[in-house]
Antibody, heavy 117, light 106 residues
Framework: EVQLVQSGAEVKKPGESLKISCQESGDNSPTFWIGWVRQMPGKGLEWLGIIYPGDSTTRYSPSFQGQVTISADESIRTVYLQWGSLKASDTGVYYC??????????WGQGTTVTVSS | DIQMTQSPSSLSAAVGDRVIITCRASQGISDYLAWFQQKPGKAPKSLIYAASRLQSGVPSKFSGSGSGTDFTLTITSLQPEDFATYYCQQYNSYPYTFGQGTNLEI
């Protein structure tokens, strides 16, 4: 069974940097697109961007372009989401999701990011 | 960006009921539509892709239909574990976009 295992919860201060991860485990399936979704407290789901780990082709949603960086290391089947300077408004739960181009077949368990002074 | 509008935003139902949630796209998306279920404090769960195809392991009480701009998710014989928030999402063109969610409650 394929799983997406995300890194643990983070508590950071405004202005700090952060990189969270999402590792695919399970069968040796082909490389698929993986995306990141944000859920702010009490709110709905929003796509941040997607990446194809095979060649690191990346697409960002306009609202998040320049705000985050998505990267991947195909050799360890891991995708990353990175912030250079966190803001309080980055607080939320971040999910990775496999195969967003065909409707998502597997979700990560979520990583809670709290940004507070 | 393609806007996805779900209705209703919240829905009250009883165990055993049949409910229908609708999702409308601001422009045609063929059948590139998915439905997800999310329970409080949990990751979303994928239910349907390609507007009407069930993800592996999803019971047949869930069904989807539609094409173009108008879509529906139907849930029959509601059980306590079905009370959750449901989201539609288009993947016809990037940026992919979700509906605002429908909170299904008792």
């Amino acid at each position: 069974e394929v799983q997406l295992v995300q890194s643990g919860a983070e508590v950071k201060k405004p202005g700090e940097s952060l990189k969270i991860s999402c590792q695919e485990s399970g069968d040796n399936s082909p490389t698929f697109w993986i995306g990141w979704v944000r859920q702010m407290p009490g709110k709905g789901l929003e796509w941040l961007g997607i990446i194809y780990p095979g060649d690191s082709t990346t697409r960002y949603s306009p609202s998040f372009q320049g705000q985050v960086t998505i990267s991947a290391d195909e050799s360890i089947r891991t995708v990353y989401l990175q912030w250079g300077s966190l803001k309080a408004s980055d607080t939320g739960v971040y999910y990775c999701a496999r195969r967003p181009d065909v409707g998502v077949d597997v979700w990560g368990q979520g990583t809670t990011v709290t940004v507070s002074s | 960006d393609i806007q996805m509008t779900q209705s209703p935003s919240s829905l009250s139902a009883a165990v055993g009921d049949r409910v229908i949630i609708t999702c409308r796209a601001s422009q045609g998306i063929s059948d590139y539509l998915a439905w997800f279920q999310q329970k409080p404090g949990k990751a979303p769960k994928s239910l349907i892709y390609a507007a009407s195809r069930l993800q592996s392991g999803v019971p047949s009480k869930f069904s989807g239909s539609g094409s173009g701009t108008d879509f529906t998710l139907t849930i029959t014989s509601l059980q306590p574990e079905d009370f959750a928030t449901y989201y539609c999402q288009q993947y016809n063109s990037y940026p992919y976009t979700f509906g605002q969610g429908t909170n299904l409650e008792i």
